[in-house]
């Protein structure tokens, strides 16, 4: 592939290759608030796994640290720290943020990767028509999206669900919320990395 090249994954910081860490690369690390992702995964993978686990056991599974890719607040957390400790090679976005701010963040985002917007680009609505390009409703049209898949076995639909801030109040019990709160509290204290609670 031609260079700039763009790779994206699901891989824990303290998993990336040292050729990567070591690298000129830089990384934009998107997260959401715990609540939402864990409804984002949970309907995910009963979609491509119908019944894969009843809600309450994959929670438990959840609030324990069980996934793929490890702790959700490990994955989180390694990101944040290097974030703070090396802004020129993580940029940290929250997926709440970036909604209710697209053209800041696509801006930054620029930015961030070193071929920030001309006073032309921005006046000829270049950002905003990036912002529609990259848009969730734009994918999710998309050929490829709707009827294409992901190594011959998932469908490129899965993907895509709702896109909506929040959803989580229609799948948490009132416990289930509680005990949420609790870890996220526990795990994330002491880090500057807070949530807002999106209902």
């Known amino acids: 592939m031609t260079e700039p090249r763009h790779f994206s994954t699901h891989t824990p910081l303290t998993s990336l290759p040292m050729s990567i860490i070591e690298s000129s690369c830089r990384i934009i690390y998107i997260c959401r608030n715990p609540f939402d992702t864990f409804v984002s995964a949970w309907t995910y993978f009963n979609k491509i796994r119908p019944r894969f686990l009843a809600l309450e056991e994959a929670f438990e599974m959840y609030c324990n640290g069980i996934s793929s890719f490890g702790p959700w607040w490990s994955h989180m957390l390694g990101y944040w720290k290097e974030s703070i ?115």
């Open 85 to 199: 400790a090396r802004p020129n090679k993580v940029l940290f976005l929250k997926y709440e943020d970036l909604k209710e701010d697209v053209n800041f963040h696509v801006k930054s985002i620029a930015e961030f990767l070193g071929c920030p917007f001309t006073k032309e680009e921005e006046s000829d609505g270049m950002i905003e028509s990036i912002m529609k390009l990259c848009s969730f409703e734009k994918m999710k049209a998309l050929e490829v999206n709707m009827y294409e898949k992901l190594d011959t076995v998932i469908d490129n639909k899965f993907f895509f669900r709702k896109a909506e801030i929040g959803d989580w109040v229609n799948y948490f019990s009132p416990s289930m919320i509680q005990k949420l709160s609790k870890i996220i509290e526990e795990k994330l204290s002491g880090s500057g990395l807070s949530f807002k609670m999106h209902s």
